[in-house]
T-cell receptor, first 110, second 115 residues
């Protein structure tokens, strides 16, 4: 039973364009959502987060949107840069648990 | 501040053996969580320790166990290894643990190969 789903295993985007990564969740108890980025041979690093009381959080080129009624969040990266090529994980927090999606591999084409 | 360190970085074992992985959290962090990452499965939560107590546990068999020491360092043990245990094992540390608003800081992982 996957409580957090990232339905796109990979995404390819042209450098300079917008990258949109999506994440869906099923459990209404989640009250905090995070995005992590992972390069090969390294552990995930924190990127951006959002509380369930907000619908948008922005940090530089990264914006996370939360639609609670749809149980959906998305990460927007604008503009996309070659260094953004990595695997992106979304995670949902609640009740002393942190549940992770399977990840989306983002490839930025020059 | 030094980051989260994990040892060893790579390990090859055979079926039936046991293995112990080590994680040293960021100084001052009292929570250590362990995850298993396999291709296409994302990060599967194993357990979380806070101040030497296991506070939460994922859906893994009893062959997977852990502990935390008074200096917050943590070890994870897997007994009677199976081929399916081949994975990247990640540990993460934080101040308060798996609570909203807390950021988990990950180590580089230990890649375990079971032959």
């Amino acid at each position: 039973d996957q409580q957090v789903k990232q339905n796109s295993p990979s995404l390819s985007v042209q450098e300079g364009r917008i990258s949109i990564l999506n994440c869906d969740y099923t459990n209404s108890m989640f009250d905090y959502f995070l995005w992590y980025k992972k390069y090969p041979a390294e552990g995930p690093t924190f990127l951006i987060s959002i509380s369930s009381i907000k619908d948008k959080n922005e940090d530089g080129r990264f914006t996370v949107f939360l639609n609670k009624s749809a149980k959906h969040l998305s990460l927007h990266i604008v503009p996309s840069q070659p260094g953004d090529s990595a695997v992106y994980f979304c995670a949902a927090s609640g009740n002393y648990q942190l549940i992770w999606g399977a990840g989306t591999k983002l490839i930025i084409k020059p | 501040k030094a980051g989260v360190t994990q040892t060893p970085r790579y390990l090859i074992k055979t079926r039936g053996q046991q293995v112990t992985l080590s994680c040293s959290p960021i100084s001052g962090h009292r929570s250590v969580s362990w995850y298993q990452q396999t291709p296409g499965q994302g990060l599967q939560f194993l357990f979380e320790y806070f101040s030497e107590t296991q506070r939460n546990k994922g859906n893994f068999p009893g062959r997977f166990s852990g502990r935390q020491f008074s200096n917050s360092r943590s070890e994870m043990n897997v007994s009677t290894l199976e081929l399916g245990d081949s994975a990247l094992y990640l540990c993460a540390s934080s101040l308060g643990g798996l609570v909203p608003g807390e950021t988990q800081y990950f180590g580089p992982g230990t890649r375990l190969l079971v032959l």
